[in-house]
């Protein structure tokens, strides 16, 4: 027990008030499409770490972290000012700023190198939450006291209290982010700068994630901001679902790679174990991956079988369609010749069982013909087509030659609301398409 309050809390802890912060803020940046943000901003501290170093002496956590913010604000700044004035895209403003900010790093870090200082690059740039740990007493009547307090890791107090600050910044100003992220204009015609709000919200961002790049590293810190919020992105529309969805997230990836980080590898037969930090990141990615695969509503699997059941229930109403107009003509289709009719004669020998197994059609001998329910069924298809074509060469002055194919494409989204507003735009509702084929 005591190792693990030594040991693996401190860092957890850490890696989890983080992940929460970044994940909050990464919902706004996914919604203003500018995720790569947080990933210039990761890389803009850089400088303002070392040059806090060089000119104070100390590696002091409230130092360090007063010069990366500082850092981190004035990248956020200046690539709003590059993309506004300079009228440059906001993409190539992002690369120009968080580039120079890091060249200037790696040369102050040169500096700092030839002054025989220590600072490791590896730290810096991938974090090392192995090296979080924390004395707790061993009594527990002394595990509150203040001096017990006291030795609580800086990199667990200041990711603490970067969430607090994020948390009341987004409660603060919930309203005005989400209409200023949806609709800037709108949001500067009601009195809130949408300018304003977003400076404030790079400051916001440029603070979690210099508490969060002593922990995951510069780089690595971006895993954190957009897979929680991508991911729950997936999942509804609502903005409050998003937002304690993406906190879900972030908490499962922490706990998810640090287990995988610091225990995977023991249980595979190796004796050390792996970048804590790297796997948080990669629990990250392999939950975006998840969802964007099995999300209920707006992953690829669901989408794919939405298509799927519509391109099946349109080949229906085709094959269903197909046989009125036949029997309108006095005429009769056979199993062979209405698979050759259409395109894809596997799908539509599919369709052709379904519709059978339904009821909906029948079959005598080689000769296929609609029942009472199917040919009702292959009414409405006919009159929305033939609706559709009275309304493309009256309305839309669409030459009666040229309508058959966008009527067959529009004949399918036939509901009695659309039906009703269709005869509304055609006045007197004719009794005969453009072809002088009588509606049904």
């Excluded at 600050?165 to 919930?174: E, P, Q, V």
């Excluded at 929680?228 to 999942?235: C, K």
């Excluded at 010749?337 to 395109?343: D, E, G, I």
């Amino acid at each position: 027990m005591i190792d693990f309050l030594s040991i693996d809390l401190p860092p957890l802890l850490a890696a989890l008030f983080a992940a929460i912060s970044c994940a909050l803020l990464g919902n706004y940046l996914v919604l203003r499409k500018i995720s790569l943000m947080g990933d210039a901003i990761s890389h803009s501290v850089l400088p303002g770490v070392v040059v806090a170093f060089l000119l104070s002496g100390s590696r002091a956590g409230g130092v360090m972290f007063l010069g990366a913010a500082i850092a981190g604000i004035l990248s956020a700044l200046l690539i709003e000012g590059i993309r506004r004035f300079g009228k440059v895209e906001s993409g190539a403003s992002m690369g120009v700023v968080f580039s120079l900010f890091f060249a200037v790093g790696i040369i102050a870090m040169e500096q700092a190198a030839a002054r025989s200082v220590d600072l490791d690059a590896d730290c810096l740039l991938h974090g090392q939450l192995e090296s979080i740990f924390w004395y707790p007493p061993l009594e527990l009547s002394r595990f509150f006291s203040w001096s017990t307090l006291a030795l609580i890791p800086s990199e667990v107090v200041i990711a603490f209290l970067t969430m607090l600050l994020t948390i009341g910044f987004l409660k603060l100003f919930s309203k005005e982010l989400l209409l200023s992220s949806f609709d800037p204009e709108l949001s500067t015609s009601l009195g809130f700068s949408s300018t304003l709000l977003y400076q404030l919200l790079m400051v916001v961002v440029a603070c979690a994630v210099v508490a969060s790049f002593r922990i995951v590293g510069s780089i690595l810190v971006i895993s954190m901001l957009i897979s929680p919020a991508a991911s729950a992105r997936f999942y509804t529309e609502r903005m409050k679902t998003q937002l304690v969805m993406s906190v879900f997230f972030a908490a499962i990836t922490v706990f998810c790679g640090y287990t995988a980080g610091a225990f995977g590898p023991l249980l595979f037969g190796y004796e050390h174990s792996v970048s804590i930090a790297g796997m948080i990141a990669v629990s990250g990615g392999v939950l975006l991956v998840f969802s964007s695969l099995l999300a209920p509503q707006r992953g690829v699997l669901a989408r794919k079988w939405r298509q799927r059941r519509l391109a099946l229930a349109v080949r229906s109403d085709d094959i269903l369609a197909l046989l009125y107009r036949t029997e309108e003509q006095g005429g009769h289709l056979s199993r062979s010749k209405l698979l050759a009719h259409f395109f894809l004669p596997k799908r539509t020998a599919h369709v052709l069982r379904q519709l059978l197994a339904e009821g909906l059609i029948e079959e005598h001998g080689v000769q296929l013909s609609l029942t009472p329910s199917g040919k009702a069924r292959a009414e409405q298809c006919v009159r929305s087509h033939r609706l559709w074509e009275s309304y493309l060469v009256e309305t839309a002055a669409v030459d009666r030659d040229h309508v058959h194919p966008m009527a067959e494409r529009l004949e399918h989204f036939n509901t009695e609301e659309l039906e009703g507003a269709l005869e509304q735009a055609l006045g007197e509702l004719p009794t005969k398409d453009p072809h002088g084929k009588e509606i049904p």
